[in-house]
């Protein structure tokens, strides 16, 4: 009870997350084994391992507890799995997504473009 009231005190920075986003992950890491090493430190709601060829070697892990999160984070960032060391971030959506907003603005310049018949010289 009394670290459930100590906690409701506490002011945490913006930054932080439940969702933590793991990088630098050893390609033959299993789920098992993931839940081992996250699941120290409090109840894990979800852990998504990417499969594909962009995405192997991160994982992301979302945490019930904001606080076990941030637990987390700040002992598992720099751990030692298969010698690679772990690089455990909080999820931030707008970073995430920023990626994909240019790729597609890249995409609707192109065609417009095609459309009005505007050639760029790239090469000089």
């Known amino acids: 009870?009394?670290?459930?009231?100590?906690?409701?005190?506490?002011?945490?920075?913006?930054?932080?997350?439940?969702?933590?986003?793991?990088?630098?992950l050893p390609y033959k890491i299993t789920a098992e084994e993931m839940y081992d090493i996250f699941g120290k430190y409090g109840a894990i709601r979800q852990i998504r391992v990417g499969n594909t060829?962009?995405?192997?070697?991160t994982a992301f892990v979302v945490y019930?507890?904001?606080f076990d999160a941030k637990n987390a984070c700040d002992h598992?960032?720099?751990?030692n799995v298969c010698n690679r060391?772990?690089?455990?971030?909080?999820?931030?959506?707008?970073r995430?997504?920023?990626?994909?907003?240019?790729?597609?603005k890249k995409e609707e310049l192109e065609k417009v473009k095609t459309k009005y018949g505007v050639t760029t010289d790239d090469k000089k």
């Open 1 to 24: 009870m009394a670290m459930m009231q100590r906690r409701t005190n506490v002011r945490l920075p913006p930054e932080v997350n439940r969702i933590l986003y793991v990088r630098n």
């Open 53 to 57: 060829p962009e995405t192997r070697g």
């Open 64 to 66: 019930e507890d904001i």
């Open 76 to 79: 598992l960032s720099g751990f």
């Open 85 to 94: 060391y772990l690089v455990v971030l909080y999820y931030q959506a707008n």
């Open 96 to 104: 995430a997504f920023k990626r994909v907003d240019v790729d597609k």
